[in-house]
């Protein structure tokens, strides 16, 4: 059974840096697609990040450009999120997701996702 357990969040100033882990059981990385998925309140989910373990493509959305960093430690099965220089708009749960197969050319899309975790909220406070 595939699952992913997602964990590192918390409360954090603006500016701060958070690094969130995704472990995964039940599968290997091998031709999945891993991702970071947020969803702010009254808001809807939104890709933060991908990483495709058979091109080593990575992704990030234009407003987490140059300050987070999606990274990954196989013989751990588990994918981080680097977070640094937190706003306050970064507030929200974050999901890690997979999906199998594919060389991606973009970040998928939330809904294309076929694999969740459970999500780990992120509060940054400003």
């Known amino acids: 059974e595939v699952q992913l357990q997602a964990s590192g969040g918390g409360l954090v100033q603006a500016g701060g840096s958070l690094r969130l882990s995704c472990a995964a059981t039940?599968?290997?990385?091998?031709?999945?697609?891993i991702g970071w998925v947020r969803q702010a309140p009254g808001k809807e989910r939104e890709g933060v990040s991908s990483?495709?373990?058979?091109?080593?493509?990575?992704y990030y959305a234009d407003s987490v450009k140059g300050r987070f960093t999606i990274s990954n430690d196989n013989a751990k099965n588990t994918v981080y999120l680097q977070m640094n220089s937190l706003k306050s708009e970064d507030t929200a749960v974050y999901y890690c997701?997979?999906?199998?197969?594919?060389?991606?050319?973009?970040?998928?899309?939330?809904?294309?996702?076929?694999?969740w975790g459970q999500g780990t909220l992120v509060t940054v406070s400003s």
């Open positions: 990483f495709g373990t058979d091109n080593g493509r990575t």
């Open positions: 039940g599968f290997t990385f091998d031709d999945y697609v």
């Open positions: 997701a997979a999906l199998y197969g594919g060389s991606w050319s973009r970040q998928p899309r939330p809904h294309e996702y076929d694999y």
